[in-house]
């Protein structure tokens, strides 16, 4: 590419990336309702892709049928973001980033969730990546706030602090699965409200 192509095409990613970002803006309204979360993902996924590098894959397994969730779509919406971008990021030599939906039960036993977190029906997301992984002791800390391993000191730390914060103050709770070399899974579980609608 010429040096006006190249300039040209940025342009272009770019207005197509304002243009996301100002329809993401608008449906963070702050506001409780019911919402579909693979609607939302769908969502989060548009910019996503703008930003990812090009030899990150994104690959979806989005549920059919699932139930709408109650809560605010606006935080939930930015939780997802949080966690794809950070596993983007992760894979600094390419890979692949999976978002993945489902629902499930839990039975209040699982050893990694919130101590307070209900029995029931939960609808899950989970977003997977196979960059670098996460060490046993980093992980213990992950979800501090402030806390980064990033050397260059620009990250707040905030990001996955703000995620855990988001999806408790849900009524849900998230887990990771993750080691050296092979990767990172982080699930959220939101729980299906008994008053939702069809």
Not at 105 to 121: M, Q, R, V
Not at 149 to 158: S, Y
Not at 174 to 180: D, G, L, M, N, R
Request: contains cysteine; aromatic residues 6%; proline residues 5%.
């Amino acid at each position: 590419l010429s040096d006006l192509q190249a300039i040209d095409k940025l342009s272009w990613r770019g207005a197509n990336l304002t243009k996301a970002l100002l329809s993401f803006a608008r449906k963070s309204s702050g506001q409780e309702r019911f919402f579909k979360i693979n609607t939302l993902i769908e969502d989060v996924l548009i910019i996503v892709r703008e930003v990812a590098e090009k030899k990150v894959s994104i690959r979806t397994d989005l549920a059919l049928k699932l139930p709408q969730l109650f809560g605010d779509p606006g935080q939930i919406r930015q939780a997802i973001m949080n966690l794809c971008l950070n596993g983007c990021e992760n894979m600094v030599e390419g890979g692949i980033l999976t978002i993945k939906t489902g629902i499930g039960e839990l039975k209040g036993t699982e050893p990694l969730f919130h101590p307070l977190i209900k029995k029931g029906k939960y609808i899950f997301v989970t977003v997977s990546d196979t960059g670098r992984g996460i060490s046993p002791e980093i992980q213990e800390h992950i979800f501090e706030p402030f806390f980064s391993t990033k050397e260059d000191k620009t990250a707040t730390g905030l990001g996955l602090s703000m995620v855990i914060g988001t999806v408790e103050m849900h009524g849900g709770a998230i887990a990771v699965e993750s080691k050296p070399g092979s990767g990172s899974s982080f699930t959220i579980h939101l729980p299906v409200s008994k008053n939702k609608p069809d």
